[in-house]
């Protein structure tokens, strides 16, 4: 076997391992592969906190996102990859619970969502006749297929949608947008054609909320990768989802992260974590917290591109501070009690054969 391929292959097995976490972006991003278990947030403009030394006290992490909707008409919040994805699902199964949620907010913005798909889309949360098996194309073929075509999570939430739907008035029924680019894999067959798509990724989210959301004045719940999310990146040519939406509409997302990587966190940090309720959210400007250098996010297997080579990257934001990223942290639990969906590996041959041509593709970028 070719040394690149087999390097390839370890790398897809290790990022199985840890639960599919960020360094499958060393493979589908030029930009900086940013491994963010992330997540606090802060609800008000109009409460600024000035707690430098020690931590605010943290909110029910429902209660918190429902209050930043008073504010901000786009929350954007983290999504967890492996060890805690199904801590965030259950998070986000309480918010459609609420009557509440249903009557502020109309979007979902999801990650793993081909645009391409859309009409699909909107067809089965609106509760007409369509399948899962019909559906899976939504999440099975996008331009991440090293982490969204095993995850279940993406088919979980649609499921409560779905759900949620058919209970909600039809004014409150809640649309599912999806993110990323409309990427047919029938017409893609160069290296090249593939590195335009993965290009677009963070442009394609920004016109689905610019246009889909805000030029409607309607508010959504954006569930994307944190290292999308960040406000600054530090570096002139890394742009993100947030940075592109605030060109035009500034101000008008709030960002929260989840907390759930703590190789890199002090004992002391954790011990406060562990202290918060569970789930909970906290604004961390003024806070000790957010002045924390931003290293501590960084995950261990974080990578970056430099040439046509990844490198390993100790610290993705150098000289950046927590509230330089984000607004506000998710915490959904302690290591031990962060709970994971299994990965549901397909098992269709002609999709197979489909999602390996896409990845040699991939290895030749």
Known sequence: MPKKETWFRQALLKSRRRGLQLLRYAFITCAIAVMLMTGCASPSRSQPLNNSQNFVQPQGAASFILSAFKDYPIVALGRVEGAGNRNQLTLFTDLLDSA?????????????????????????????????????VVWQKTTQFIGCEADPTTKDLLLAVRAANKRYLKAQRLRVLAADPAMDWAKVHTPKQLSDFLDERNASAAKVIETEVLAKHAKALVIIGGGHLMKRTGRANDVTITMLVSQKYPRATYVIIPLTDFDKMSRTLRSKLDKWPVPSIAAIRGTGLGAMNARIITSSDTMMRIGSRWVPVDNAYPGLKLE?????????GPAKALQTVDLQEPTDPAYIHELNRLRHLLMSL
Do not use: K, M, W
């Open 100 to 136: 509440e949620f249903a009557s502020t907010v109309g979007d979902i913005v999801i990650e793993c969502g081909n645009s391409l798909y859309q009409p699909l889309l909107d067809r089965y949360v609106a509760g007409e006749n369509v399948s899962l098996h019909q559906l899976e």
């Open 324 to 332: 330089d990223l984000f607004d506000a942290a998710l915490f959904l």
